[in-house]
């Protein structure tokens, strides 16, 4: 992430792009996320991607932990803030916990960049 400066609790766009494994992986998406903005669309190489925008701090969270719990349905998943791209693929269920736990969006965003 460039500038994490202009970010705060309240009021902030985070998009998180999912290519899910089958339409069942994309469904869970938009049944599970109903209150959030999400556009599907096909990539390139014509692979599904389902992209949710969050503006909160707590549907953020929500994401991750939704990303956490079913990861195996997902071929890739990432964050994109601020021009940057993170892959969430690395990082194991406690891991993503782990940054939930911290509670502070700046500190969850610079602990997903590491």
Known sequence: MNDTS???ADSFEIAVEF???????????KTTFT???????SGFSGAEMVTIFVTAQ???????RFF????????TASVMISG????LNGYSSEEVE???????M?????????
Not at 84 to 87: A, S
């Open 58 to 64: 707590a549907a953020f969270a929500q994401v991750l």
């Open 106 to 114: 700046l500190k969850m965003l610079r602990a997903l960049k590491k």
């Open 35 to 41: 209150d959030e903005d999400i556009v599907e669309s």
């Open 6 to 8: 202009n970010l705060n």
């Open 84 to 87: 940057e791209r993170i892959e």
């Open 68 to 75: 956490a719990m079913n990861k195996a349905r997902y071929k």
């Open 98 to 104: 782990s940054i939930l736990a911290s509670g502070d």
């Open 19 to 29: 290519r899910p494994v089958d339409s069942a992986a994309a469904n869970l998406l």
